[in-house]
């Protein structure tokens, strides 16, 4: 079955960096476009990133463009989300995300705290 599972959340202070990281399994990794999500208290799922199976396709939503990098290695089927100059509105769960069979798959999520 997919599984999915996000680590690397943490608390850090506003303008510090944050990678998160997701392992893959139960679905062929290097075919799939992987994405990250992510959900404030309060506040509707918020699509934040998505990569192409090859890598080469990269979308950002307009909140995090310029400051967050998604990456992937297809050796590891692993899916990374390189997070800087983060500040309090980043604080969320960050979800790593699939879509297979027409279905979306959702990890566990990762904290991701900003805060001074």
């Known amino acids: 079955q997919v599984q999915l599972v996000e680590s690397g959340g943490g608390s850090v202070q506003p303008g510090e960096s944050l990678r998160l990281s997701c392992a893959a399994s139960?679905?062929?990794?290097?075919?799939?476009?992987m994405g990250w999500f992510r959900q404030a208290p309060g506040k509707e799922h918020e699509f934040v990133a998505k990569?192409?199976?090859?890598?080469?396709?990269?979308l950002y939503g307009d909140s995090v463009r310029g400051r967050f990098t998604i990456s992937r290695d297809n050796a590891k089927s692993a899916v990374y989300l390189q997070m800087d100059s983060l500040s309090p509105e980043d604080t969320a769960v960050y979800y790593c995300?699939?879509?297979?069979?027409?279905?979306?798959?959702w990890g566990q999520g990762t904290q991701v705290t900003v805060s001074s």
């Open positions: 990569i192409s199976a090859g890598g080469g396709i990269r």
């Open positions: 995300s699939t879509n297979q069979s027409l279905r979306n798959y």
């Open positions: 139960g679905f062929t990794f290097t075919s799939a476009y």
